[in-house]
């Protein structure tokens, strides 16, 4: 199916564990972001890619990774989970150009507990 | 880091009525984009809005750009139950080496009941 897949949908783990959150697009999207979404302070950014190997730090990168090896993935792992990190995830993609100024298409989100 | 304030934060309406929710920044955007997101779900683009003063309509929904490109408003006409949900406002705000990134503002979440 075209689109953007963010797997799993839910997730509880254990503070110190490390855990992965997986996201897939179908369009060959040169731009990939994570957003973390927390009550009281919106959509934040976490990290984000221009193209495969190409990735840099948004807002709240701490306690973050990511790697891109292939256009349609993007993984973003906890290194050691903290309850500080329980929020809701979002994956997104984009084109990118010079003139025209692309929308985002988000995944459904990732919710994660830590505990 | 630039700021987008959304007001209000918290909506909630009658059937039929009219409402607005405004964008606001001290910064000078190139464009801004409005989104909805319905629980469980991520945000969906509704609009992009490039030029100052620019005013663009989509059913019921019309949005427009500031003058000077620092704020935006979305003014829902006759609300129904469908339009429900959390508005975002977002503009290119983060840069670095992998280029630009959109910010969001914490958003305005609108009820309206029948």
């Known amino acids: 199916d075209a689109g953007i897949t963010q797997s799993p949908r839910y997730k509880i783990t254990e503070t110190g564990r490390q855990v992965t959150l997986m996201c897939h697009q179908t369009?060959?999207?040169?731009?990939m972001f994570w957003y973390r979404q927390d009550l009281g302070h919106g959509l934040r950014l976490i990290y984000y890619?221009?193209?495969?190997?190409?990735?840099d730090k948004g807002e709240v990168p701490d306690g973050y990774v990511v790697s891109r090896s292939k256009t349609e993935n993007f993984p973003l792992t906890l290194e050691s989970a903290t309850r500080s990190q329980t929020s809701v995830y979002f994956c997104?993609?984009?084109?990118?150009?010079?003139?025209?100024?692309?929308?985002?298409?988000f995944g459904s989100g990732t919710r994660l507990t830590v505990v | 880091t630039q700021l987008l304030e959304q007001s209000p934060q918290f909506l909630s309406i009658q059937e039929g009525e009219n409402l607005t929710v405004y964008c606001n920044s001290s910064?000078?955007?190139?464009?801004l984009q409005w989104y909805r997101q319905e629980p469980g779900e991520g945000p969906v683009l509704l609009v992009t809005?490039?030029?100052?003063?620019e005013v663009k309509k989509l059913k019921r929904l019309t949005f427009q750009f500031g003058d000077a490109r620092k704020d935006s408003s979305l003014h829902i006409t006759a609300a129904q139950p469908g339009d429900t949900g959390l508005y975002l406002c977002?503009?290119?705000?983060?840069?670095?080496?992998?280029?630009?990134?959109?910010?969001f503002g914490k958003g305005t979440t609108l009820s309206v009941s029948s």
């Open positions: 910064s000078v955007f190139s464009s």
């Open positions: 369009w060959s999207h040169s731009y």
């Open positions: 809005v490039v030029t100052g003063g």
């Open positions: 890619s221009a193209a495969a190997d190409i990735t």
């Open positions: 977002a503009a290119k705000g983060w840069s670095n080496q992998a280029g630009t990134a959109l910010i």
């Open positions: 997104a993609s984009s084109e990118s150009s010079r003139t025209v100024n692309y929308g985002y298409t």
